[in-house]
């Protein structure tokens, strides 16, 4: 009779979990409509990245959301790619992705130019459209995300600038303050968190938000994503 000691129990079950996870997401894949696979095929003989497009379609899948829908949310990242492509000819392919986030989220082609030219175009492209998002004129979000981009430390601040800005404007500073404001820290090669009203609990919460977007937000490699791996799909009745 084998002997299995608690160690050895515990590494077994992670194996077993790990292939029965494998083995789901291999099942998942195999089980997509024709139709779906078709629009993620179509995508890459345009020369877009179709891996998250093909997660997003498993996942819409796997929680029952109809076909038809799944279509059309994956449609619209693909004409989103698209756009920024046609902007953008010399944008690499893995930067497409947050660049379709961009384009979502409203921002003009000379945007797209602009950030494209960075050092890091996906991080600034997730950056522009969370800031759009909040509310930031696109203009004063460019500008932010320009010095941002070109700090002594881009990643850090890109990934923070978006929590600065939506409590700053929550706390009733006008866009151009806040831009004055922010561009003034980063240029002195600050955080855009320590523009934060100084309260603690505010700051703190700020603080380990933006740490978290630092360590595992790198929306052009998944994602996801909105912003890069694929957004998720909340139940089946949620607007994708």
């Known amino acids: 009779m084998l002997h299995v000691n608690r160690r050895q129990g515990t590494w077994v079950r992670a194996v077993v979990a790990g292939a029965a996870w494998a083995w789901a997401a291999s099942a998942a894949a195999a089980e997509l409509p024709d139709e779906l696979r078709e629009v993620v095929a179509e995508a890459a003989r345009a020369d877009l990245p179709p891996d998250g497009l093909e997660l997003k ?39 497409l992705p947050a660049a379709g986030r961009a384009v979502r989220a409203g921002v003009n082609a000379q945007t797209l130019a602009t950030l494209g030219g960075t050092h890091d175009p996906a991080r600034a492209y997730d950056a522009a459209a969370d800031l759009v998002t909040t509310g930031m ?57 320590s523009a934060l009203p100084e309260l603690p609990a505010q700051a703190a919460a ?17 994602k996801a994503p909105g912003g890069g791996g694929p957004p998720t799909w909340a139940g089946g009745g949620n607007k994708p």
């Open 137 to 193: 004129p696109e203009p004063d979000a460019v500008r932010l995300v320009v010095v941002a981009a070109g700090g002594a430390s881009p990643e850090a601040s890109l990934s923070g600038l978006a929590t600065a800005v939506s409590a700053l404007l929550r706390n009733g500073r006008t866009p151009a303050w806040v831009v004055e404001r922010l561009e003034q820290i980063m240029a002195q090669g600050g955080s855009p968190l």
């Open 57 to 95: 379609a498993q996942e819409g899948i796997a929680k029952g959301v109809p076909v038809d829908r799944i279509r059309g949310a994956l449609q619209v990242e693909i004409d989103a790619m698209r756009t920024a492509q046609e902007a953008v000819p010399t944008l690499p392919k893995q930067a």
């Open 206 to 222: 700020a603080a380990d938000k933006a740490k978290g977007n630092a360590g595992g937000n790198d929306k052009s490699k998944g």
